[in-house]
């Protein structure tokens, strides 16, 4: 392969300064731009034209953060890949940034070796992720598949009961709305409980929102 341009697109400029200076030193790899958040990027990258062919990609930045630009950037730019760089390991950040179209997964701790490994990995095949990431991806994709089984086996009456359950209504006016007993309602309630394995509305309305179920 020809040399790899790059783009580091981080708000902390000693940890940016640091990683373009790992890479520097690798004739391999180029680096084009170095912003300090999303916005800033998109506006270098379509100023000088020239696109990078990778972008280590922070999450948590001013302005427009990395899933935004990575958003962007799928929609846009299609042939960039973004390598998301970053301290988090939280798996609804992960999902996220999957979602916008991440082809892959750094931690900042990484080497210098995996780090390159990764750009030549994504340049070449077009996804990395590290074994601690996919262990993770692992666990993502099973508790998606356990909540998708959840809701295949809620019928419409229990889904109309989340939804209405996540508003302000009491369950009095639950039953209203879904012109049934109150008794009926503390059925479907308890219902959601035991599938859900929650103990209070709450409970179930966290579970909702983690789940994105609405």
């Keep these: 392969m020809n040399t790899t341009k790059i783009a580091i697109v981080d708000d902390h400029k000693l940890v940016s300064k640091a990683i373009e200076d790992m890479i520097s030193v ?5 680096v084009l731009y170095n912003c ?26 001013p302005f427009k953060n990395g899933i935004e630009t990575t958003e962007y950037l799928t929609k846009k730019h299609p042939n960039i890949k973004v390598i998301a760089l970053t301290m ?8 996220k940034m999957m979602r916008a179209g991440a082809t892959g997964y750094l931690l900042k701790d990484m080497t210098a070796l995996t780090l390159f490994e990764a750009i030549d990995t994504v340049r070449r095949y077009g996804v990395f992720y590290t074994d601690f990431i996919n262990q993770k991806i692992m666990k993502i994709k ?24 996540c508003t302000e209504l009491t369950y009095k006016e639950i039953a209203d709305v879904m012109t049934v007993s109150p008794k009926t309602v503390d059925n479907y309630r308890n219902n959601l409980f035991a599938k ?19």
């Design 142 to 165: 099973s508790d998606e598949n356990k909540v998708k089984i959840l809701l295949d086996n809620l019928n419409d009456n229990e889904l109309e009961f989340m939804k209405l359950s």
């Design 26 to 30: 690798n004739p391999k790899y180029h």
């Design 88 to 95: 988090e390991d939280n798996e609804n950040t992960i999902i």
């Design 36 to 61: 300090a958040n999303g916005e800033e990027f998109i506006e270098t990258l379509n100023k000088n034209k020239e696109e990078p062919h990778i972008v280590l990609m922070d999450i948590n930045m």
């Design 196 to 214: 859900f394995d929650v103990k209070s509305r709450v409970g179930l309305v966290l579970f909702v929102i983690k789940n994105n179920l609405l």
